[in-house]
């Protein structure tokens, strides 16, 4: 049985919302490669090619990492999908530290207040979860291929069993993401290319009316 990313979704136990703030804890994991674009040649390839694309199940290994869904569209490249969202950043002047962290804790708070009260006078958080099953973060440095999809990666740099929505209800916007995709924002600088499970940065900013950083430094664009 491999790992389906929708199986995932589909195990739903209605349990109480749950808190991401362990997202934060294990971002202080080394066991990570850092954002996407500190990724060597052969590392880029390893995570294009074996981790991120949708994979079908493999008859010999699960793959502790992979998704049915993918992290990536098939025919899509890992540093063109991160280059023009990071463009998108310079242009808004908001760093993936700042969306990642505002997410969390909107989150958080909907946690304490309970589903759909009202947060900041304009927003409502709803959850589903936790799964009975972690997804870990395709960027884990020490994942073991030959894992069972649902057993513990050790020392795993992220991993999500939840999805959030928070609905700004003055704009009439709404975002739907995984805990493990706010790590993969903050850690990776990865928000997932054009797969079901994306959350693009502009949603989020306008949702979250995310206002520009006047102490905001430009990312390099690596060519
Ligand atoms: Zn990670």
Redesign the pocket.
């Known amino acids: 049985m491999a790992l389906l990313r929708s199986t995932v979704r589909s195990r739903y136990a209605p349990n109480p919302p749950i808190s991401i703030n362990f997202y934060l804890e ?1 971002s202080m994991n080394t066991n ?1 490669v850092g954002s996407v674009f500190s990724l060597s040649l052969e590392q880029r390839n390893y995570y294009t090619e074996e981790r991120l694309h949708p994979k079908e199940p493999c008859p010999q290994s699960n793959w502790g990492c992979s998704s049915h869904t993918g992290f990536l569209a098939p025919d899509e490249d890992l540093l063109e999908c991160c280059k023009a969202d990071r463009q998108t950043l310079n242009e808004r002047k908001v760093t993936y530290e700042t969306i990642a962290k505002r997410l969390v804790e909107i989150c958080n708070i909907g946690a304490k207040v309970g589903p759909n009260q009202l947060i900041e006078g304009k927003f409502k958080v709803g959850s589903k979860g936790p799964y009975n099953n972690y997804q870990f ?4 440095t020490s994942s073991d291929e030959m894992a069972s999809p649902f057993a513990p990666i050790p020392n ?3 991993r999500g069993r939840g999805d959030f929505t928070i609905a700004n209800v003055v704009s009439g916007r709404s975002i739907e993401f995984s805990d493990l995709l706010t ?2 924002i903050f ?2 600088h990865f928000f997932e290319g054009r797969v079901s499970h994306r959350l693009d940065p502009i949603n989020i900013i306008e949702t979250l009316e995310l206002i520009p950083d006047p102490n905001f430094i430009e990312y390099e664009i690596v060519s």
Request: charged content about 15%; glycine content about 8%.
């Open positions: 294990d990570s973060c395709p960027f884990t795993a740099c992220g790590h993969m850690d990776h």
